[in-house]
């Protein structure tokens, strides 16, 4: 039974298991089946495992956004490496671009997307059969908006790493031709064979999820109701993402000001200078929009980002020396200090790592992913301006970050792209952004870990292969150019 569709016989197989309290418990990794589902308890329930699953792979050796995920967008890139001491070969083959079509990465990087988006799809099948009652409305709306936003994330996860990039298209790719990803926008039979959707098709997907999410979700959250769930604020956050990937930089800029306007009474705003070094440990920080719960229970135990970024781990996630040079050279940017030189206990594995990934409960294993926060949707708002011909407000929103950062930041009157690439270098740096950063600009990177040549936006290995698997089951679905 193929990886992408086959949610159907994992649910029918479930069991309903209920988290006490998801503030403190991880939701549980089991599924109710459809019949399973018929209050909003049980949905709510439902929508905990979507959640959990999206941190990890439960009985797989990788992980989803808990780590795996992050590693991917960046050390593909020029500022993070892996630790050639240590060398523990559990990420690095990424840095080498080694995801052909019979990997684990591939078979990995395309079905935890999909395992969740085909949780969603069964769950949202069954939600006009749930019985509200009185006084339930709007936490039945907010689930559902939970759900529409999550597929459209995972899609947009999905199409960003195995199809092109919208403003970097070539060798005759176009947005109509079809070169995205399946769109699974319901649940399939088994035998069905999933071909590529155009990548216009793919875009306007995610984005019309976005606005169904938004349209349902709770218009005032909170910090510490919403900790762990995706919020009106982190939606439209996510959808100011994937507008910049799509060129729609009005519509970026629009969308992320709102975000910047409207989430502040939600309690949601820039981490300020004195407060940056110290969030990385902490939840319910006013700089996170949407981090994705991990604790001593659930996590992804040594495909952990911790596990990846510290020497007496994998220590497979570390700055170049290049890079760790460059971001101490200014020591009134407080980002400096959010890398360091560490060894082992043992005396091994001496680099340069990021202090982002802390831990929590004096385990490696229990760190949070930030899926977006506000030093992101800055950021999208300075670049778009930029890409639409706005300079002032390119300034505006550049300055802003930069005046919780620095201590004597830069009186900007101008904006160029290499200033916002250069901002989003160090502010972003080991979150996952810095590949897609550099190719969707069209721009290349030299990866020293992979060829010392540069790695330009056209270069096939920046699309990973499909796996075998997928395609072995559908003729019809298209490899990757090169991968066969």
């Known amino acids: 039974m193929k990886t992408l569709y086959y949610l159907a016989a994992l649910l029918m197989a479930g069991i309903l298991s209920s988290c006490e309290d998801f503030l403190v418990e991880n939701p549980s990794f089991a599924l109710p089946a459809d019949e399973s589902i018929e209050t909003v308890t049980d949905l709510q329930n439902a929508v905990n495992g979507v959640y959990s699953r999206m941190s990890h792979q439960p009985g797989v050796t990788a992980s989803f956004y808990a780590g795996d995920y992050i590693v991917l967008g960046d050390i593909r890139g020029d500022d993070m490496t892996y630790n050639k001491e240590i060398n523990a070969n559990q990420i690095s083959p990424v840095a080498r671009f080694q995801y052909d079509k019979n990997s684990t990465f591939a ?243 001496r680099g340069y790592y990021p202090l982002k990934y802390p831990g929590r409960e004096e385990s490696l294993y229990v760190n949070n992913a930030r899926v977006i926060r506000m030093a992101e949707v800055y950021l999208i708002a300075a670049e778009a301006a930029f890409h639409d011909g706005d300079n002032d407000k390119a300034v505006q929103y550049l300055s802003d970050l930069q005046s919780k950062r620095m201590v004597n930041p830069p009186a900007l009157t101008t904006v160029t792209l290499d200033d916002i690439m250069t901002e989003r270098r160090k502010e972003l740096f080991a979150e996952g952004h810095r590949s897609w950063d550099v190719w969707r600009n069209r721009l290349s990177l030299i990866n020293a870990d992979f060829n010392p040549q540069p790695v330009n936006y056209d270069n096939y290995r920046t699309l990973i292969a499909i796996p075998q698997r997928e395609t072995d089951i559908s003729q019809d679905l298209k490899q990757n150019p090169n991968w066969e």
Request: net charge negative.
């Open 107 to 349: 078979l990995n990087f395309w079905s935890a997307p999909y395992v969740s988006i085909g949780r969603i799809n069964d769950i949202l099948s069954v939600t006009d059969n749930i019985v509200v009652e009185t006084g339930e409305e709007d936490t039945f709306l907010d689930l559902v908006g939970q759900l529409y936003a999550l597929r459209a994330l995972c899609h947009f996860d999905l199409v960003r790493m195995f199809a092109q990039l919208p403003t970097a298209l070539h060798d005759g790719v176009t947005m109509d031709s079809p070169d995205g990803i399946p769109i699974s926008d319901r649940v399939f039979p088994v035998d069905h064979k999933p071909v590529r959707n155009t990548l216009q098709e793919v875009y306007n997907f995610i984005l019309d999820d976005f606005d169904e999410a938004i349209l349902r979700l709770n218009e005032t959250p909170s910090i510490t109701t919403s900790y762990g769930y995706i919020n009106i604020w982190a939606a439209k956050a996510l959808k100011a993402r994937a507008q910049l990937y799509l060129g729609e930089y009005s519509d970026a800029l629009a969308t992320a000001e709102e975000v910047i306007n409207g989430a502040g009474p939600s309690g949601y705003r820039l981490a300020e200078i004195m407060e940056y070094t110290n969030i990385w440990d902490l939840v319910t920080q006013p700089e996170f929009l949407f981090e994705i719960i991990t604790n001593l229970t659930y996590n992804a135990q040594r495909n952990s980002i911790g596990y990846y970024t510290d020497p007496n781990g994998y220590g497979e996630f570390a700055l170049t020396d290049a890079f760790y040079t460059y971001m101490i050279s200014d020591p009134s940017d407080i980002r400096a200090y959010m890398a360091v030189e560490k060894q082992s206990d043992e005396g091994t594995g």
